[in-house]
Nanobody
Framework: QVQLVESGGGLVQAGGSLRLSCAAS????????MAWYRQAAGKQRELVAQ???????TYADSVKGRFTISRDNDKKSVYLQMNSLKPEDTAIYYC?????????????WGQGTQVTVSS
């Protein structure tokens, strides 16, 4: 069983920065595709950024150039550095771990951490 615990959310003014952390336990972290999703009030959950087991990173267009995802396999952790924050970045941010099992996959979610950006 894989467990994910996020931290680092909070209230910040527009233009500010926050760094989210996600610590994993269980599973072989180095084999997982790790991702950050977010869900704003009244909207669907969306992918923000992900990093694969081969260190390939992808970002949503809305955060490119402002957010950076990174991982530390030794610490079983993934991070999201968020700079130049905008009010529209306000959401609950979730950590996700995806493992490929045979021909299928299984993923796990953290409990989420609130990020609020004031204008």
């Amino acid at each position: 069983q894989v467990q994910l615990v996020e931290s680092g959310g909070g209230l910040v003014q527009a233009g500010g920065s926050l760094r989210l952390s996600c610590a994993a336990s269980g599973g072989d972290f180095s084999l997982a595709t790790m991702a950050w999703y977010r869900q704003a009030a009244g909207k669907q959950r969306e992918l923000v950024a992900q990093t694969t087991d081969t260190w390939i990173t992808t970002y949503a267009d809305s955060v490119k150039g402002r957010f950076t995802i990174s991982r530390d396999n030794d610490k079983k952790s993934v991070y999201l550095q968020m700079n130049s924050l905008k009010p529209e970045d306000t959401a609950i941010y979730y950590c996700n771990a995806l493992f490929w099992v045979g021909v299928g996959s299984r993923d796990y979610w953290g409990q989420g951490t609130q990020v609020t950006v004031s204008s």
